[in-house]
Every structure is written in structure tokens, then in C-alpha cells.
């Protein structure tokens, strides 16, 4: 058996085990180097495993009811909040939603904003639906409704 199959196996295995749904690349780097867990993730996402929604960021699969598809087994939104989490940045909720459950304004979130204390520059789609952050730096100033 090849070392690449077994490494395949191994992460095979860590991400049934797993409670998690995202993955990012550091999470695998303590089984081999870089190169080889890239070519065995890729293997993954061809057997629909997982899916790959950003630079490094790896999701649970599954297949769609409808449409018989393979899709994100959590929706892109928590998606983007596993992955400020496992970056380690506090999320917070976003003026808009403050705004709604306020009821400073009757216009529902898409919940494809994300705000975050601290920087982040990453890009997270999924089908042509993107996830963008927000950086907040001042809450106080940030909430104000004007």
C-alpha cells in the first residue's frame, strides 16, 4: 500500500471521527508535510468527502436530497464563523442583525456579513455565494444606528 493511501486513510478518519465541520490545512500538517496532505485532501474532495470552500479551508460533504449534489453539510454562514473561530478571532454579531432584533429596520440579514474583532483576510464561497468580513475595531461606534 502506498504512503499516500495511508495518509489518505488517516485523514480519511480524523474527519469522520471529528465533531467538527471545517477543516483548515494545520489541522492535517502534524501527519505528514504540506504537499502530501494537499494531494491526499484533493483525493478526499474527489470522493466528495469534503469540499474545499477557500484557500486551505475544507468542509464536511454531503449529498443533496434535491438536487443529488454534493453539498456543505452546515450552511456558509457557519461556515465563515468556524473558520474566524479556528483563526481565533472573537465573532460578533453584525449591525444589521443588531439592527433587525432591535427593530430599527424591518430588512432581514442575508447573514453573508460577518464581523469580526481583529483582521481577517480570507475569501469563503461556496456555489457563487460569498461570505465577506467585517472588521470591527470601535463597538460602540460601530452600533450606533444613525
Known amino acids: 500500500m502506498a504512503v499516500s493511501n495511508i495518509l489518505e486513510k488517516r485523514i480519511q478518519y480524523r474527519i469522520k471521527k471529528s465533531t467538527d465541520f471545517v477543516f483548515m490545512l494545520p489541522d492535517f500538517l502534524d501527519l505528514s508535510d504540506r504537499d502530501q496532505v494537499m494531494r491526499a485532501l484533493r483525493k478526499l474532495i474527489s470522493k466528495g468527502l469534503i469540499i474545499k470552500v477557500g484557500q486551505g479551508v475544507y468542509v464536511k460533504a454531503e449529498k443533496s436530497i434535491l438536487s443529488g449534489k454534493i453539498i456543505p453539510q452546515i450552511s456558509l454562514t457557519e461556515i465563515g464563523k468556524a473558520v474566524a473561530k479556528k483563526l481565533k478571532l472573537k465573532v460578533i454579531p453584525n449591525k444589521y442583525e443588531v439592527w433587525y432584533n432591535e427593530g430599527k429596520t424591518t430588512q432581514v440579514p442575508t447573514g453573508n456579513v460577518i464581523s469580526v474583532l481583529g483582521r481577517i483576510n480570507r475569501k469563503i ?20 444606528y444613525n
Open 125 to 144: 464561497s461556496f456555489n457563487g455565494v460569498y461570505i465577506k468580513y467585517e472588521t470591527v475595531r470601535n463597538k460602540a461606534k460601530y452600533y450606533k
